[in-house]
């Protein structure tokens, strides 16, 4: 479901208003989105008065960009706008394919021989049939693609992408995700040596591309040259691998000597450009390396991983303030239980990661409505693609914990949590104790709560929570929130206000009794 998110600070109402759009648009909207959007527009113009290759490439080009980069800001943003900017465009751009392969393979053909070369007269015949029938599609296509819901869509989606701020950890995130695919698609071509192999990497390549090029401008300046000639190598890989297509079709109907020559031609150029693009490719100085070594590791790696996620609940309408508040309360809590060593699962990084991010995305189910919404955000958790070294299982884990932060407790039957194992529902059911107190302790979101500390004693656990106001509604309310961690804690939660001038407090112990 398409959801308007809080893109700006300022009211709706202002940004609803034609002026202020154009000023937002202006502003805020990085170059690729608006700026492509209304190139498709330009070269649709041009292309109906020549079609020649020039002006049908730079049209594809332009679709190709806006369909790109709708693919991956869907990774962070659901709108369906992106979806259906791509359906809107998809016949023209297939068309337009269709044609550009038969105008590169006519490029070729004329390179490779002279005007009065058999085999070339006989291609060019047959390219010209082929040509003619895909310029006719394409106009076709052309007519039918709807200009207006176009324009609709740029202004829409110009606001939409400010999700992915320019040279933020969430592009930073975006662009290492296209960076692991083309690595992996680079493995698997460089092994199998197939054709469609090399012809997915590049397309991988594209992507990377443009991604650096529209999100992160100032990274792109190092990568521009590696990316663009690598991008191109195996561009003229693919167009020689359309000519080899061809000239197998015709191969009955030429002298064996003139195939003999042009496909060993065709081999020994697609041998040099595989050659230069397998030097560029590998050691120290590799295209792969100069891009990995610009993008987060590490601490860094998981901080643009949590930022994704963060954004992806954003462009879903969560309230982002009220998230990480939330997020700070339930590490607060964790980082006490695990300071007394209550649990074991708390010294483990992975455990603290998963609370975080249920914490962040604990409300996004809010997007499908108000009632049963922490199963909806079960359910949209648990089907979202793992950030970079995420598993699916640590998004089924979040997910779990999302969907206990209120409503009924953890039961042996529930969906996802019956089929983990005893310990697995034992450490789960911890984190989700955690986030179901803080969230109860933040049930007015106001950010009155600002710090919490646990002290552990063998008759309670005491929290001291400041901004804390221990009132009967106050005391009421936490009493269902904070049952989970008794159960779990096999002993009572007491909840107080934290007290500076407090001389007694509880003694601290290093465990507790299971």
Not at 490 to 506: F, G, H, K, S, Y
Request: proline share 3%.
């Amino acid at each position: 479901m398409g959801v308007e998110s809080p893109l700006s600070m300022r009211p709706k109402s202002q940004l609803m208003n034609n002026g202020n759009n154009k000023a937002f648009i202006r502003k805020h909207s990085p170059r690729g989105v608006l700026r492509w959007m209304k190139r498709v527009l330009r070269e649709c113009d041009r292309v109906q008065l020549e079609w020649n290759e020039a002006a049908v490439h730079d049209l594809r080009v332009a679709l190709r960009r806006c369909r790109s980069m709708a693919d991956g800001i869907r990774r962070v943003d659901p709108d369906r706008a992106w979806l259906r900017m791509k359906r809107n465009a998809g016949k023209l751009f297939q068309s337009l394919g269709d044609l550009r392969d038969v105008q590169v393979i006519e490029s070729w053909t004329r390179k490779f021989a002279p005007a009065d070369n058999p085999l070339r007269q006989l291609l060019m015949q047959r390219l010209a049939v082929r040509k003619q029938l895909h310029r006719e599609e394409a106009k076709n296509a052309l007519e039918q693609f709807d200009r207006k819901k176009w324009r609709h869509l740029a202004v829409h989606l110009a606001k939409r992408v400010r999700v992915i701020p320019l040279d933020g950890l969430v592009a930073q995130h975006l662009a290492l995700e296209y960076w692991k695919d083309a690595h992996e698609l680079h493995m698997q071509a460089s092994h199998r040596r197939s054709r469609v192999a090399w012809h997915r990497l590049r397309i991988a390549l594209k992507r990377l591309r443009y991604c650096a090029e529209n999100f992160l401008p100032q990274r792109y300046e190092g990568w521009r040259w590696s990316l663009k000639r690598a991008q191109d190598l195996l561009g003229e890989l693919h167009d020689l691998d359309m000519l080899h297509r061809a000239l197998i079709s015709v191969r009955h109907q030429v002298a064996a000597k003139d195939f003999a020559h042009w496909k060993e031609k065709i081999a020994r150029e697609r041998t040099e450009r595989l050659d230069e693009y397998r030097r560029r490719a590998k050691g120290d100085e590799s295209i792969f390396n100069l891009c990995r070594s610009a993008l987060p590791h590490g601490a860094r790696e998981q901080s643009a991983a949590m930022a994704r996620l963060a954004a992806w609940a954003r462009s879903l309408g969560s309230d982002s303030r009220n998230s990480r508040h939330l997020a700070d309360l339930a590490l607060q809590l964790c980082d006490g239980l695990s300071a007394a060593n209550v649990h074991e699962f708390f010294c483990e990084a992975r455990g603290r990661r998963i609370l975080h991010a249920a914490a962040l995305l604990h409300d996004v189910g809010r997007s499908e409505g108000e009632k049963g919404r922490h199963k909806a955000s079960y359910r949209l958790i648990r089907d979202l693609p793992p950030p970079v070294g995420w598993s699916a299982d640590d998004m089924r884990w979040i997910a779990l914990v999302a969907r206990y932060h209120r409503g009924a407790e953890p039961r042996a039957n529930h969906e996802g949590f019956s089929s983990l194992g005893m310990l697995e529902q034992q450490n789960l059911l911890w984190l989700a104790a955690i986030l179901r107190l803080a969230d109860g302790l933040d049930g007015e979101r106001d950010g009155r709560i600002s710090r919490l500390t646990v002290q552990v004693a063998p008759e309670a656990l005491l929290i001291r929570a400041r901004g804390y106001v221990n009132d009967l509604f106050s005391a009421s309310h936490l009493a269902e929130r904070k049952h989970l961690l008794e159960t779990v804690a096999c002993r009572p939660v007491i909840v107080r206000a934290e007290d500076v001038q407090t001389a007694a407090v509880l003694p601290l112990r290093t465990s507790l009794a299971s």
